[in-house]
């Protein structure tokens, strides 16, 4: 052993490089993040206890071999995984962390994608959808070994997943779904309206049951993944806003719009909704999506707890907490215009009100949160990853979709393998322009 500790030697080459660069940076590319207002309404999450975290001012230039920009839940697990493998981490944020989309978040983690397999299928090639849909199972497998192995106090729940028939796939649609899910290995149960009634009191012509799948407070989740990085030496700036940046053969020069420059080995763009200039974003847009929390129930919640979502256009989606609220969120609507969707808060509660009655009758559906939110999608239902065409040393996680916190799951693993020259099986799946 040479005494040096894991990732030296690969900063010290950077380093020398480095110099060369720095010698003269050339702001080629300015980032121009789009500014969104992500969210409005009040959230359960954000008035809860929170881990301590420690945010420091960027007063001076600085170098490191990771920089990620976003201190959501997608820097967070990519702060938590890079910094695991011994590289140093640092991440940037203009807002402070976790106050973009992801306490909006209602933090439903599934395997199972917005995008049907049997839909998929039709749309990528067989092969390639089910290797998709397990790779997402193994992300979240994942994300739920990571919270035990640190001990996060998340609010972590195992819960199963009903997947109600609806306009998207009716029975005879789930039926076909549920074969095309065993062919690919992924284990579900399929259940006739009889069935459905008798095990969760729930009235619909059938459902499948995917196991195994998690719920969490996503605040507390990112605090506790973004502490374990600081723990590990990982280092928070905030606020820190990124103005442009000049990748080189070395790594990337990035400057910040107060004026100190991060000169880094690799830069990561966790910044969810708000996009960068130049990372290609053609399959994904930005939707309007709304949510309520209720009162905790007076009387019993339904049996198991499962996660509900529906096979339906647009949709309805359910989870419990452990202090025995539902959160019923969906109802989304294609624009993104911020003033517009706020607008709708008061007619979309009561909307979301009524259909979580419909639902679950023996429920008192008054919310006491209701909140909406800006929310990517994408027309596969798949997420982009990866290395950003024309930016060398720069990557970028665009985790659209209802499978959100998973695909930011599935990016820290993809990305740890990316940067540490390790490369990954499944890279190609994800790849931006895939
Ligand atoms: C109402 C709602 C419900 C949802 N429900 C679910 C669910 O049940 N399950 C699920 O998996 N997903 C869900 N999602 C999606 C999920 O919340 C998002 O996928 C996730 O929060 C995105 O996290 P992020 O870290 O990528 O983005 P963010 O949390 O938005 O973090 C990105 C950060 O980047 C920063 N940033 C941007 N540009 C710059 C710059 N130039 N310089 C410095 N910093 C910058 C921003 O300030 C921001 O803090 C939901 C979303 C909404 C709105």
Not at 25 to 41: I, M, N, S
Not at 347 to 364: G, N, S
Not at 410 to 432: M, P
Request: glycine share 8%; with cysteine; aromatic share 6%.
């Amino acid at each position: 052993m040479s005494g040096q500790t894991p990732g030296e030697g690969r900063y010290r080459s950077f380093t020398a490089d480095w110099r060369a660069a720095e010698a003269k940076p050339r702001y080629l590319h300015a980032v121009h993040t789009q500014q969104r207002r992500l969210k409005a309404g009040q959230a359960p999450w954000s008035v809860r206890r929170r881990g301590p975290l420690e945010v420091e001012p960027l007063k001076r230039n600085l170098r490191t071999e990771v920089l990620v920009v976003g201190a959501g839940i997608s820097g967070a697990l990519v702060a938590e995984a890079l910094s695991d493998a011994a590289l140093e981490v640092v991440v940037v944020d203009r807002r402070a962390p976790v106050h973009g989309s992801t306490p909006a978040s209602t933090c439903l983690m599934q395997s199972d994608l917005d995008t049907p397999l049997t839909e998929l299928g039709a749309r990528v090639g067989v092969a390639r959808a089910a290797r998709i849909w397990s790779r997402t199972r193994l992300a979240l497998d994942a994300l739920e070994q990571r919270c035990e192995a640190l001990g996060l106090d998340a609010e972590l729940a195992v819960r199963d997943s009903l997947y109600l028939a609806g306009n998207v796939l009716d029975a005879d649609g789930l039926e076909r779904e549920a074969k095309a899910r065993r062919r690919a290995g992924i284990e579900v149960d399929l259940l006739g309206r009889a069935e459905l009634k008798h095990r969760y009191r729930l009235h619909r012509s059938a459902a499948l049951v995917s196991h195994h799948q998690l719920s969490a407070d996503p605040v507390r989740l990112t605090h506790g993944l973004l502490a374990a990085a600081q723990a590990r030496g990982a280092r928070i700036f905030s606020p820190v806003e990124l103005s442009s940046i000049a990748p080189h053969r070395a790594g990337v020069t990035a400057l910040t719009r107060a004026g100190p420059r991060i000169s880094a080995r690799h830069l990561v763009y966790a910044t969810g909704y708000e996009l960068p200039r130049g990372v290609p974003a053609a399959k994904h847009s930005i939707a309007s999506t709304w949510a309520v929390a209720t009162r905790p129930q007076p009387r019993a919640l339904w049996p198991t707890q499962a996660l509900i979502w529906e096979a339906a256009d647009p949709y309805l989606y359910c989870r419990t907490t452990p202090d025995g609220r539902i959160i019923c969120g969906g109802l989304d609507e294609a624009f993104s215009d911020e003033a517009a969707r706020d607008a709708l808060l008061e007619k979309k509660t009561a909307q979301l009100e009524r259909a979580l009655a419909r639902l679950w009758p023996e429920c008192d559906p008054r919310a006491a949160f209701a909140w909406t939110g800006s929310f990517g999608t994408s027309t596969t239902g798949t997420p982009s990853i990866g290395r950003v065409p024309r930016l060398p040393n720069c990557y970028a996680v665009l985790g659209y979709g209802g499978n959100g916190i998973t695909f930011s799951m599935l990016a820290a693993q993809l990305l740890r393998g990316l940067i540490l020259g390790d490369g990954d099986a499944d890279a190609a799946l994800f790849a931006f322009g895939a």
